[in-house]
T-cell receptor, first 115, second 116 residues
Framework: SAVISQKPSRDICQRGTSLTIQCQVD?????MFWYRQQPGQSLTLIAT?????????ESGFVIDKFPISRPNLTFSTLTVSNMSPEDSSIYLCSVDSGENTGELFFGEGSRLTVL | AQKITQTQPGMFVQEKEAVTLDCTYD???????LFWYKQPSSGEMIFLIYQGSYDQQNATEGRYSLNFQKARKSANLVISASQLGDSAMYFCAMREGPNTGNQFYFGTGTSLTVIP
């Protein structure tokens, strides 16, 4: 199974600032997924990041707010821009297992609190 | 309509007892996968068990088993011999279609508390 490392694990941010979350995978993967989990809620897919192309964003998420980079097959970043308290969430990076079962493996998550 | 429905916001179970967490799903695709994840308070999502739509037998992984009732579109998670470390949020999820790159749909989760 893939080992996924996310940084930072948690942070407290001021309104109006931006924060970049890093996701490192110990093996090469085609697609990386970024999820948001607002307090007490389920997971919502923000975007799918493919190496060498623009990320594909889900409805309700835009590149200006959540720019994503995918410079190689083992690394991706998600930036949360111009943060507001509503952006306080756990942000999770995930990858497909590559198995026939297709489960997702997740990083430890980045817990952001915006004041 | 919700793709995944978990109707139990919170559940309690006595240590060493078994507990069933409910999950129903909605899809018209004949090929799909069902998954359960555990999320401790630390936040990471831990994959527990998988059931494919064409699987004839219920999936089992150690103390976890999935009670798959296809006609009723339910995929309940059974945890046997509960341990204090089982206290966490549990999410049911579905992936439609045969391709592993397809989107996952997650339920709203069930908070399980194991009582000593």
């Amino acid at each position: 199974s893939a080992v996924i490392s996310q940084k930072p694990s948690r942070d407290i941010c001021q309104r109006g600032t931006s924060l970049t979350i890093q996701c490192q995978v110990d093996s090469q993967v085609t697609m990386m997924f970024w999820y948001r989990q607002q307090p007490g809620q389920s997971l919502t897919l923000i975007a799918t990041a493919n190496q060498g192309s623009e990320a594909t964003y889900e409805s309700g998420f835009v590149i200006d707010k959540f720019p994503i980079s995918r410079p190689n097959l083992t690394f991706s970043t998600l930036t949360v821009s111009n943060m507001s308290p509503e952006d306080s969430s756990i942000y999770l990076c995930s990858v497909d297992s590559g198995e026939n079962t297709g489960e997702l493996f997740f990083g430890e998550g980045s817990r952001l609190t915006v004041l | 309509a919700q793709k995944i429905t978990q109707t139990q916001p919170g559940m309690f179970v006595q240590e060493k007892e078994a507990v069933t967490l409910d999950c129903t799903y909605d899809t018209s695709d004949p090929s799909y996968g069902l998954f359960w994840y555990k999320q401790p308070s630390s936040g990471e999502m831990i994959f527990l068990i998988y059931q494919g739509s064409y699987d004839q037998q219920n999936a089992t992984e150690g103390r976890y088993s999935l009670n798959f009732q296809k006609a009723r579109k339910s995929a309940n998670l059974v945890i046997s011999a509960s341990q204090l470390g089982d206290s966490a949020m549990y999410f049911c999820a579905m992936r439609e279609g045969p391709n592993t790159g397809n989107q996952f749909y997650f339920g709203t989760g069930t908070s399980l508390t194991v009582i000593p």
